[in-house]
């Protein structure tokens, strides 16, 4: 076992996936740390901000169940995107709603924040059903340069698509939710 080796800080996703495998613990904190901003991020626009951090620790804790079985078919950070999309659909299909986002009544964002709070917390909510209404195609590529910080050619790459459909699609996208949020 591997456990009282440090791990380097630079280590890629393979290497810490590969001393979780042999038994370092350490390696899944690290790959926590890595790339829960992402995750959480993700999850603050697709879900209500009150289930937000039960949904990414429900995430990680299914990363860690099954990465012992991960075989490293995909990039590990294409992994955990597909199981953060997994749990945002199984969230929603456990409250019976699968198309319709689960979003507070705009008179309740008053309600739930304090002081200038208020303003910002209905915003969000609007924010949040013009993007459920964009097309999937849509929501992903906001998604992937927003939340995630790809830079247009990592989502390219990440699609499969050439660099400028991506900007393209991603322009129509911008431009699909601004005409949501006028709306």
């Known amino acids: 076992m591997q456990n009282s080796e440090p791990l380097p800080q630079d280590a890629s996703d393979q ?9 370092n613990t350490e390696a899944f904190d690290a790959l926590y740390r890595r790339h829960l901003p992402k995750v959480y991020k993700r999850i603050r626009c697709v879900i209500p901000e009150g289930d937000v951090e039960d949904v990414t620790q429900e995430i990680f804790i299914a990363a860690l169940k099954s990465l012992s079985t991960f075989r490293g078919d995909a990039q590990f950070g ?3 995107r597909a199981l953060t999309n997994h749990k945002v ?4 299909r456990r409250r019976g709603r699968k198309q319709e986002p689960l979003l507070a009544p705009l008179s309740g964002a008053s309600a739930q924040a304090t002081g200038g709070a208020p303003k910002i917390m209905e915003d969000r909510i609007i924010l949040q059903r013009a993007f ?5 195609n849509y929501r992903e590529v906001i998604l992937l340069r927003f939340a995630e910080d790809m830079q247009f050619n ?3 790459e990440h699609t499969r698509q ?3 459909a991506v900007k393209s699609l991603f322009r129509r996208a911008v431009a699909a939710l601004r005409n949501q949020l006028e709306q």
């Not at 290497?15 to 038994?23: M, N, S, V």
């Not at 659909?89 to 929603?92: I, L, R, S, V």
């Open 15 to 23: 290497f810490l996936i590969q001393r979780y495998k042999d038994g």
């Open 78 to 80: 294409t992994w955990l």
């Open 89 to 92: 659909a199984e969230f929603y």
């Open 132 to 136: 459920q209404n964009l097309p999937e």
């Open 154 to 156: 990592e989502i390219a």
């Open 162 to 164: 050439n660099l400028e």
